[in-house]
Nanobody, 128 residues
Framework: QVQLVESGGGLVQAGGSLRLSCAASGRTFSYSTMGWFRQAPGKEREFVAAVSSSGANTYYADSVKGRFTISRDNAKNTEYLQMNSLKPEDTAVYFC?????????????????????WGQGTQVTVSS
């Protein structure tokens, strides 16, 4: 059974940092595109960041560019999201996601329909 499990969320003051982790089990995602999305109350789930199947390319939403960094550790089958300079508007449930296909170039990395596996989410709350 394939599982993605997020951790690292919590409550932090504005300007602080958090590091989210997404541990995968059941199969390897070392050569699959992986991403992070978030959903605030009353809003649709939105793209945050993605890393390509090769790991060579990373993509970010404009709202987090320069503050968040996505990375992956293939040996641990885990991806990370380092979040710095957090703002109250970053408050949301953060979800990790993974593409089913190995080696596929996901052109619409911002499109949640391109991802087949999802974690259960971890809450991030940024106080002002």
């Amino acid at each position: 059974q394939v599982q993605l499990v997020e951790s690292g969320g919590g409550l932090v003051q504005a300007g602080g940092s958090l590091r989210l982790s997404c541990a995968a089990s059941g199969r390897t995602f070392s050569y699959s595109t992986m991403g992070w999305f978030r959903q605030a109350p009353g809003k649709e789930r939105e793209f945050v960041a993605a890393v390509s199947s090769s790991g060579a390319n990373t993509y970010y939403a404009d709202s987090v560019k320069g503050r968040f960094t996505i990375s992956r550790d293939n040996a641990k089958n885990t991806e990370y999201l380092q979040m710095n300079s957090l703002k109250p508007e970053d408050t949301a449930v953060y979800f990790c996601a993974a593409d089913y296909w190995v080696g596929r170039t996901v052109l619409e990395y911002w499109n949640l329909n391109e991802y087949h596996y999802w974690g259960q989410g971890t809450q991030v709350t940024v106080s002002s």
